[in-house]
């Protein structure tokens, strides 16, 4: 299992991402792999490679934007075919499915955690209402991961 | 407002470059009037953020100006601190910075020929389409890339921003056997990266040679300069990192938050791997050398179309010089010397894969960091983008707007730019008259 954040520390709420993975350092169960990363599709897929399940967190702008909404949802695995692995709602997610499918790198399961940004400015710290949704969203993965901690 | 005979172009974002970066064209009749690379975004955010910062910080937080090259900006952060507490370190940690810098080369330039430069070449819109109709060709990429992320993961500590680099070396020096396991999938590499000169040197490259004469790459005679060495040019300059600002002078543009680079009584200049191989492609490797000479390429290369040649052949260079490294490892012990702060101010260049980053730092008395000065290797190649791109225009105005429109946005990837280095959204817009 692998829980990746995608984002930049220094843009602001971009970081919400890391956010959350830094949160679930001291909570996650053993055997959780926990990468933070910039979103680039290929260290996507190298980060997810050969998970059962794979757990990405990243912030989404959104229009209208309602900051520190979170938005769950999973993305078909291999198998699926590229029709239905689509819609990251414009993560940049997107394109590291696409080139996974295609790639046939899929993770066995993909849920994606997507908190809407206030700002996306230059310079560290989360804007109020996304720094209140990462200690939900850390929960909220954690009832992710739990089936697959006890399947063992 | 646009007139009868206007043609105005609008592309939302400009694909595969890191990050986003901004170009508009400006033509009347069948001359190219005005061409402007913008960027939009602060770039001085950093030096700024920088301020009041221990003198020991700059290395992690500089390697999050850029996702792709985050060793360079460590390594030019730890060139001009050290530069200014008067400190050299030891070979051991110079060459196992080296290898760090290998890894980073190789994951960078197998990242931009195969899913960023390639799919041009081969008429695919994008590496994804590439991948899904010419799969063993990503997957030989991915696997090269890999083999780099791999040294970043044993040298650095991990591959995004390694967390093993320190001002005076590094938290922990890895074993020989962490390092000699490397062994087997870098040579697996190198035949993967021969692979690869050869396939880009059978690209069609269009007949064309860069407007912009004069190059800028650290030079260091007997070996082709990565971390170390002094700055030189093609017209014949020699400086140290120390004298930077004395022969690059950077001025603002009115319609560009970055800044346009030029040499002090000079003009543009270029730099990065078409810079490197002009002023030291004596020194490669016999391999990586012949590699470069039955690709077509001749002791230096002025066609930026040919620069996936010559970073392929870069890619080479990197791999064996890591398998160099790693087999003639010895831990240094300790990993790193100590770097007391003093009151002074230091310089440091290297040569990230794009080209040179250069890094100034002043410090106080406190050791607290006083000023910061960061110039990317994207934004030294604005200027020179530019010229490059108002010529290749004006050669091909017959084309229709999408067309034109494409070919400006592959004349761009020529230059590997890293724009999130230097700025972050980008618009195309071609406005005829």
């Known amino acids: ?152 | 407002m646009t007139h009868k005979n206007e043609r105005v172009l609008s592309v939302a974002e400009l694909a595969r470059v890191e990050g986003e970066g901004a170009l508009y064209v400006r033509t009347s009749g069948d001359r190219v009037q005005e061409v402007r690379l913008e960027i939009y975004e602060p770039p001085r955010f950093f030096e700024a953020f920088l301020r009041g910062r221990a003198h020991t910080e700059p290395p992690d937080i500089t390697a999050r100006i850029c996702g792709i090259c985050p060793v360079a900006y460590q390594m030019s952060a730890c060139a001009a601190l050290e530069d200014a507490c008067g400190v050299t370190v030891p070979g051991r940690i110079a060459d196992l910075r080296r290898l760090l810098y290998c890894g980073e080369w190789i994951e960078s330039h197998a990242l931009h020929i195969y899913l960023l430069h390639a799919p041009d070449f081969l008429g695919y819109a994008s590496g994804i389409e590439m991948a899904g109709q010419r799969r063993d060709l990503v997957e030989r990429g991915l696997a090269l890339k890999k083999a780099g992320n791999a040294i970043l993961e044993a040298v650095g500590g991990r591959a995004i921003h390694p967390v093993n680099v320190r001002v005076g070396g590094f938290y922990r020096a890895p074993s020989r056997a962490e390092l000699a396991a490397l062994t087997e999938p870098l040579k697996r590499a190198l035949d993967g990266a021969l692979e690869t000169v050869r396939w880009v040197a059978g690209f069609d490259f269009p007949d064309y040679a860069c407007a912009t004469q004069d190059l800028l790459a650290l030079s260091r005679p007997g070996t082709y300069a990565i971390e170390r060495g002094t700055l030189a040019t093609r017209s014949g300059l020699l400086f140290s990192a120390g004298a930077f600002d004395q022969h690059v002078i950077e001025e603002h543009v009115p319609h560009s938050t970055a800044l346009h680079a030029h040499l002090a009584g000079g003009g543009r200049y270029l730099t990065g791997p078409l810079a490197r191989y002009a002023l030291s492609s004596q020194w490669l490797s016999p391999l990586a050398r012949e590699a470069a000479r039955a690709a077509g390429l001749g002791e230096t290369c002025d066609n930026p179309f040919r620069s996936i040649v010559v970073r392929a052949v870069e890619t080479v260079y990197a791999v064996e010089e890591a398998l160099r490294l790693i087999a003639a490892y010895e831990p240094p012990d300790p990993p790193a010397v100590e770097v007391p702060p003093r009151a002074a101010t230091g310089h440091g260049v290297t040569e990230a894969p794009r080209g040179t980053l250069y890094h100034r730092y002043q410090i106080d008395a406190d050791g607290l960091i006083s000023t910061a000065r960061i110039v990317p290797p994207t934004s030294q190649n604005q200027a020179a983008i530019e010229a490059d791109l108002g010529d290749f225009v004006q050669a091909h105005l017959g084309l229709d707007d999408a067309e034109l429109t494409r070919r400006c946005e592959q004349a761009i990837r020529n230059y590997d730019p890293c724009i999130s280095c230097a700025a972050h959204f980008l618009e195309l817009t071609i406005d005829r008259s």
């Open chain 1, 1 to 152: 299992m692998v829980v990746i954040g995608v984002g930049n520390e220094f843009r602001r709420d971009d970081g919400a991402g890391p956010a959350v993975v830094a949160r679930l350092r001291d909570l996650a169960p053993p055997g959780v792999r926990l990468v933070v990363t910039d979103g680039e599709p290929t260290r996507l897929i190298e980060a997810w490679a050969g998970a059962a399940l794979a757990v990405v967190v990243d912030a989404v702008r959104a229009a209208p934007s309602r900051p520190g909404t979170v938005h769950r949802f999973e993305v078909a695995g291999p198998g699926a075919g590229p029709g239905r692995a689509a819609s990251s709602h414009g993560l940049g997610l997107d394109d590291a499915i696409r080139l996974a499918v295609a790639l046939d790198r899929m993770p066995g399961r993909l849920i994606v955690h997507a908190i809407e940004a206030a700002d996306l400015a230059q310079g560290p710290g989360l804007s109020p209402p996304v720094a209140a949704a990462v200690g939900a969203v850390a929960q909220a993965i954690l009832a992710d991961l739990g089936p697959y901690a006890e399947g063992r």
